[in-house]
T-cell receptor, first 114, second 112 residues
Framework: DGGITQSPKYLFRKEGQNVTLSCEQN?????MYWYRQDPGQGLRLIYY???????QKGDIAEGYSVSREKKESFPLTVTSAQKNPTAFYLC?????????????FGDGTRLSIL | QQQVKQSPQSLIVQKGGISIINCAYE??????FPWYQQFPGKGPALLIA?????SEKKEGRFTISFNKSAKQFSLHIMDSQPGDSATYFC???????????FGTGTRLQVFP
């Protein structure tokens, strides 16, 4: 079955630690996205990538970093500079270059502070 | 101008009733308006979407109504069922971007 796999499902971060969230897709999509979901705030875009080796900042990129070395993978690193990292993180993908294509989401990673 | 305002924040409906969720936007360049459904612990899934060249789109019990002049669109769930209990997000994007702007979500609870 084609889809998006996010791992781990739950993640705990210690103070001053960087953590990396994994996102893998086998939908052959060029575009991939990372969102942060907080209660009452909807989904806010952190980073997105429309092609391998290229990515752009979203609305709340500070304290986060990404890489896109392979079409299938778009890992997100939550750095120690992100002072309020506790949230539900969602990865999505879509066809690129044809606008208004649906975004397909993974089942998220819940990050908490120890 | 990039915001999509969604209301209500939460909604309680009896089984068989109609659930209505509203969204409003300011950016007149928006031309794609999807609705996503999210169950607890899961990612959102596309439910139904509309473009502004039509005023209504229906898929089963789910209908989007679109009012271009008022810059508003709404989701109607007819004959609401307990299995419809979820969080619903409206979103919008324009034709020159792959980026979606999401509303803040509506938590729907349908009681038997």
């Amino acid at each position: 079955d084609g889809g998006i796999t996010q791992s781990p499902k739950y993640l705990f971060r210690k103070e001053g630690q960087n953590v990396t969230l994994s996102c893998e897709q086998n939908l052959n999509h060029d575009a991939m996205y990372w969102y942060r979901q907080d209660p009452g705030q909807g989904l806010r875009l952190i980073y997105y990538s429309q092609i391998v080796n290229d990515f752009q900042k979203g609305d709340i990129a500070e304290g986060y970093s990404v890489s896109r070395e392979k079409k299938e993978s778009f890992p997100l690193t939550v750095t120690s500079a992100q002072k309020n990292p506790t949230a539900f993180y969602l990865c999505a993908s879509s066809v690129a270059g044809i606008y208004n294509q649906p975004q397909h989401f993974g089942d998220g990673t819940r990050l908490s502070i120890l | 101008q990039q915001q999509v305002k969604q209301s209500p924040q939460s909604l309680i409906v009896q089984k068989g009733g109609i659930s209505i969720i509203n969204c409003a936007y300011e950016n007149t360049a928006f031309d794609y308006f999807p609705w996503y459904q999210q169950f607890p612990g899961k990612g959102p899934a596309l439910l139904i979407a509309i473009r502004p060249d039509v005023s209504e789109k229906k898929e089963g019990r789910f209908t989007i109504s679109f009012n271009k002049s008022a810059k508003q669109f709404s989701l109607h769930i007819m004959d609401s069922q307990p299995g419809d209990s979820a969080t619903y997000f409206c979103a919008a994007s324009s034709d020159n971007t792959d980026k979606l702007i999401f509303g803040t979500g509506t938590r729907l609870q349908v009681f038997p």
